[in-house]
């Protein structure tokens, strides 16, 4: 059964950093990784994607420079390390992957690109 299962969320002061963590069911070499996050009420929004063998990472502008995604294969784990976090940064964080498609960042940054989703970990940042 394919699983995706978030992790790390909580609740953190405006400036503070977090960690979220995605473990997947399955052997996660062949596939790119992302993160989107929402909010009640809004659509759902790119955060941030890594490519099948981790070389290739993108992000939406406004946490360029604030957050890092990373791939582990051997654990089957995509993190993302949130720093400097704002309040606008609250929302539910959900993992999403697809077979690598390796042809640019549009395909990357569309969530219906990603047949697979975890269940989403809650992030809020309190100003």
């Known amino acids: 059964q394919v699983q995706l299962v978030e992790s790390g969320g909580g609740l953190v002061q405006a400036g503070g950093s977090l960690q979220v963590s995605c473990v997947a069911s399955?052997?996660?070499?062949?596939?790119?990784m992302a993160w989107f996050r929402q909010t009640p009420g809004q659509n759902r929004e790119f955060v941030a994607a890594i490519n099948w063998i981790g070389t290739q990472a993108y992000y939406t502008n406004s946490v360029k420079d604030r957050f890092t995604i990373s791939k582990d294969n051997d654990k089957r784990t995509v993190y993302l390390q949130m720093n400097n976090l704002k309040p606008e940064d609250t929302a539910v964080y959900s993992c999403?992957?697809?077979?690598?498609?390796?042809?640019?960042?549009?395909?990357?940054?569309?969530?219906?690109?990603?047949?697979?989703w975890g269940q989403g970990t809650q992030v809020t940042v309190s100003s």
């Open positions: 999403a992957a697809m077979l690598d498609p390796e042809d640019g960042a549009d395909r990357y940054e569309d969530g219906r690109e990603y047949p697979y």
């Open positions: 399955f052997r996660t070499q062949d596939y790119a």
